[in-house]
Every structure is written in structure tokens, then in C-alpha cells.
């Protein structure tokens, strides 16, 4: 199976009054295109680390990091920033809209930041029917549920058509039902539009819908759940 993302002995750690704290320690990872792959640890394990480092916000200590054939890890700051603004996608466990916008408008100023080229309103409805609120595209975020909520944090995410998603802990705020109909979307997108998926959470009952699962302790690959063909 093709791998989007590779990691080689990554190593992260931060300095502490005491000398340096390893947040993450020799990590060697793959993560398969148009899959969903999940990033499982209690807090303080490391996957949010980890979650930064692949999505090019953060640079390691040491060890690189391949990104569609390339080395993130050595480019520069303006190539790594061009990477995430075309092809990565974010949603995070605050949902993060726009309060003054509606939701139609929060996935239309993504696209707008993005550059994207298209037709932005075509676009912008085409994802909001794809996470099931296109009647919904004229509300503020707070007439909308967290659930709803989330849903167009995910429509954000993906309008500038990425090709990969990190959602770090989008369900955390959720309660399970809710949560369901969320992994359930990010599965059609796996499906149906080819985008790979890392989500992180410590939710067990949502581990059955990813395709594979790394867990982490204490900064360390400790598990790995053979990837589901």
C-alpha cells in the first residue's frame, strides 16, 4: 500500500529547569494514502506532537519526515507553509468558526486564504452538502449544535481539496452519537474523494473505524495495528 507521509527516527523534545523533556522518542511511522490512520495515547503520550510534526507545523529535534517524496524537515519555511496551504487540511478539538461568519461564509474565507482557483461558491456548497448542512449554510455558528459545528470545521478543511487531514481529538467535545456521524464522514472522505486521514483521540469505541492504529506512550510507539486492506 502507498505511504503519503514516512517518518525515519524522529525525535522531539523541549528544554525543562532540569535539562530536556523527550516528547517523542525514534519514532518510525507510515502513513497510507486515502486511508484512515489513528494516533491513540492518554494525554501527555505524544500524539499531538506527533500530529504537528507530520502536518508541518512544527519542526523535530532530529529524523526526517517524507511528504509525498519530499523531506519536510529540511525545507524552508515558505515551502513548508505553501505545503499545508495546498495540501493539508486541519480540524481540531475546538472547532474554531468564525463567530461574525456564517458557515456558509467560513468555508468560503478558507478557500479564499487557500488561493483557491475554482468556482469558490460551487465549492463551497458542494462540501457543505458533503458533510450534510447545505440547509444550514446561512447560520451563524451559534444557531448551529457542536456537532454541526464540527461538520463545518471538517467542510473547512477539506474545500481547498487536500490531500490529507489531521483532526486532532474532533470528537473529544462530542458526545458519542454525535462523534459517530463525524468518523463516518471522514470515512466517505477517505472513500469517495481519496483523502488520507490522521485523527488522534483516546476514544476506544471509535477504534474499529479507522484502517490503521499507532499508540503511543509515554513518546514511544508502543502498538501497531496491522493496516485493515
Not at 502507498?2 to 535539562?19: L, M, R
Not at 506527533?50 to 525545507?75: H, Q, V, Y
Not at 495546498?86 to 480540524?91: A, D, L, N, R, Y
Not at 461574525?100 to 461564509?105: F, G, H, L, S
Request: net charge negative.
Amino acid at each position: 500500500m502507498a505511504s503519503i507521509i514516512e517518518t525515519h527516527n524522529i525525535v522531539q523534545s523541549f528544554p525543562v529547569s532540569d535539562g530536556e523533556f523527550y516528547a517523542l522518542k525514534n519514532i518510525n511511522i507510515s502513513i497510507p494514502e486515502k486511508k484512515m490512520t489513528i494516533l491513540r495515547g492518554r494525554s501527555g503520550s505524544g500524539k499531538t506532537t506527533l500530529m504537528n510534526l507530520l502536518g508541518a507545523l512544527d519542526r523535530p529535534k532530529s529524523g526526517s519526515i517524507i511528504f509525498g517524496g519530499e523531506d519536510i524537515t529540511s525545507m524552508s519555511e515558505r515551502g513548508r507553509e505553501e505545503i499545508r496551504k495546498t495540501k493539508i487540511g486541519f480540524v481540531f478539538q475546538s472547532v474554531a468558526l468564525i463567530p461574525i461568519m456564517t458557515a456558509y461564509e467560513n468555508v468560503e474565507f478558507a478557500l479564499r486564504l487557500s488561493g483557491y482557483k475554482g468556482n469558490r461558491k460551487e465549492r463551497v456548497l458542494e462540501c457543505l452538502k458533503m458533510v450534510g448542512l447545505l440547509k444550514r449554510a446561512g447560520h451563524m455558528p451559534e444557531e448551529l449544535s457542536g456537532g454541526e459545528q464540527q461538520r463545518v470545521a471538517i467542510a473547512r478543511a477539506i474545500a481547498h481539496k487536500p490531500e490529507i487531514i489531521f483532526a486532532d481529538e474532533p470528537t473529544a467535545e462530542l458526545d458519542s452519537g454525535t462523534g459517530l456521524q463525524v468518523i463516518r464522514i471522514f470515512k466517505e472522505l477517505a472513500q469517495n474523494e481519496g483523502i488520507t486521514i490522521v485523527m488522534t483521540t483516546h476514544d476506544t469505541g471509535l477504534m474499529g473505524a479507522s484502517d490503521q492504529i499507532y499508540e503511543l506512550e509515554d513518546g514511544e510507539i508502543v502498538e501497531k495495528d496491522k493496516e485493515r486492506e
